[in-house]
């Protein structure tokens, strides 16, 4: 396999950053942004360079770490995954494509400052015949990209210095009239005027130390063209009169009239010219390239990766970018244009400093040369700064981001999510910090002794299932020398008076205390007896249990019909309002477990599943087995991280356990003794679904375990643990 030679050294580097940023964000923007922010536009074009530092930041890094050929998306989808590697791709696409448009649209007006021509037509046939350029597969070669850049720069250079003495400090009153969100909005406008400073990114594989040159070209070019952009804008801004310039078509031409004459305008119209024709060519040429890229990794239909035979380019690919930036000319005006190409980038950029956490916090290989300085608080602040400056940006550029973001979900959900299967580094270092947190949980309650089980018996039944129910609670208890309160529960009529004749114990409430004594002695566990009457037996054991202050109440599980289960039956009732927690048996008989199974569906083990399970594997001398689904779409990655997640939990646990896999058709590895699972609080769902283990039939008893309202994970964690476990 042939490899790219590492030629580019520092100079060619920051030749290549700063000839990608230097366009229209100088020659077109400001005029835009004025009217906007006033003269604090001067602020605003150092304040955007200032909020790409962490992209910039990221990005190098991730460079260093993957210097190979790609875009953005790339990074974006290997951190985050094919969902948002989905809408970076798209982002990227459009932005590139507006900017591309920026550039024509922004740039003709120059050259009609020479010639008498229509603007619109001229835009149109520009972009035509750049679409036609790029689809025969003539580039750019790298001295004519470097002639330009010298040509731009003395230019500006020129314009600078020539009319910094003209400069008029009358003009730069009521600097701050627009306020901060004029002043943000304006910045965020102008952001897009940076977009250009990652590109040498993607020609990382030629970069020659790449560890060093990437950063220090990035950060370098960025910092100049900073300072270039600010020394410009405070010079237009100074040599014109307040207002005369903000919604010019060609504002620094006009500044150049007012200083150097003539000669000035013509050095200033060339510029602009080779600018935004060189700006809006590379935006097509690489704009293109996103659409072949995501073919490529199946998530847009394999034409557009179709390389033509005869040109050597991907033909569909340019046709299609073509069509957007020829219909953005025609019918978008070049404000929205610039407010959507701004919009999109800091989408974007905003996802590369949450990518590089990714990267950091997930299990990929990841080892950069270069690393970012002040990580992650560099790459928070990014992400939210780009946030905020979207907030600001008003309607068009956030029903923009809004439109991409929702028609890359529909798009991922449609048509890459049944052909992909891969993830991003980000989810993989989520469900990682989640099993952690879950695991510190799992230590913080196996500390915590269980000292008193209520079991609450609320109808009569054979005495084989009072039995299982009372031994389930011994097993619990009998590592801390607990205790177990079996109560029975009678409900009367409201309409019959608790008298004290309907009070007295009865032959069967005394036989029931005399099983309770046989039970004490031969499970070994402190046994207490009683019998409760009232007229609603939910609220009584209810408030049994909070009077008594139990750690558990047992109850037998029976589930009810589907009218019942949606509108409340007693246990459900129990379970939501119980001051404790809830450990509900589907009764199939109990005869000291010692093949005790933990059942994990859709998440990480829940603490109180574990605490029980193990209580009731060490009280009878048995093993525990853990449970997890298997599934054909899952990554090498989720495994991994399940059987890493095992691995410790096993180290946990005080009893021997071994690590299973479940097939949700019915196929299960060994034949449990007993089941212990999550309880789900939803009760919709368990009326639908039926509240049972959903993999494997384990024809066992089950405990299904309700933790207090105390003791559950919120619903983040909760939504979490479903999109990454």
Known sequence: MKELERDLGLPSVLAISIGAMIGSGIFILPALALEIAGPAVIVAYGLAGLLVVPAALSKSEMATAMPEAGGTYIYIERGMGPLLGTIAGVGTWFSLSFKGALALVGGVPYLLLLFDLPLKPVALGLAAVLILVNVVGAKQTGRLQVAIVVVMLAALGWFAAGSAPSVQTANYVDFFDAGLGGLLAATGLVFVSYAGVTKVASVAEEVEDPGRNIPL????????????????????????????????????????????????????????ILALISTANAG????????????????????????????????????????????????????????????????VFALINVALIAFREGSAEYEPEFTSPLYPWMQIFGAVTGVLLLTQMGATAL????????????????????????EGAATDAIRRQVGRETLTEVETTLGEDTREVLVAFT????????????????????????????????????????TESATVQSSSDISFETRMDALSSELGVDIEADEIVSHDTKHAIVNFAGNRGVDSIIAEHEPLRLRSQLFGDPIDWVVRHAPCDVLLVDNLGYNRPE????????????????????????????????????????????????DDYQSELSEILSVPVQAESARSDGGQPSQPDLLVRRGTDHRLQAALFDDRPTFPSPGCTTITAYPHESSKPGFMRRLLEQVTF
């Open 459 to 498: 109808k009569g039944g054979d005495e084989d299932r009072e039995r299982s129910l009372v031994a389930v609670a011994a097993d619990i208890v009998r590592p801390a020398d607990g205790r177990v309160v079996a109560v029975q529960f009678e409900e009367i009529p409201d309409q019959a008076p608790l």
């Open 399 to 422: 029903l923009g981001a809004v439109v991409i973001i929702v028609g890359s979900v529909l798009w991922y959900l449609g048509y890459v999510r049944p052909k992909v299967s891969r």
């Open 595 to 642: 093949h005790v199974v933990l059942s994990g569906d859709s998440g990480p083990y829940p603490p109180l599943a574990v605490d029980v399970a193990e209580a009731i594997a060490g009280s009878n001398g048995g093993d525990l087995s853990l449970w997890y689904p298997t599934s054909t779409g899952s990554t090498d990655e989720h495994r991994q991280t399940i």
């Open 217 to 272: 070209g990035i950060l370098g070019s960025l910092a100049f063209t900073t300072v270039l952009y600010v020394a410009i804008v405070a010079v237009l801004v100074g040599v014109t009169d307040p207002g005369s310039v903000a919604g010019s078509l060609t504002p620094v031409a006009v500044a150049a009239e007012a200083t150097l004459g003539r000669a000035g305008v013509i050095a200033i119209i060339l510029a602009a």
């Open 284 to 347: 097509i040429l690489s704009s293109s390239r996103y659409p072949f890229a995501m073919s490529r990794d199946q998530l847009a239909p394999p034409s557009l990766s179709t390389v033509n035979e005869r040109f050597g380019t991907p033909v569909t690919s340019i046709t299609l970018t073509g069509i957007v930036l020829l219909a953005l000319i025609a019918f978008v005006p070049i404000l929205d244009i610039a407010k959507l190409a701004s919009a999109f980038q800091i989408m």
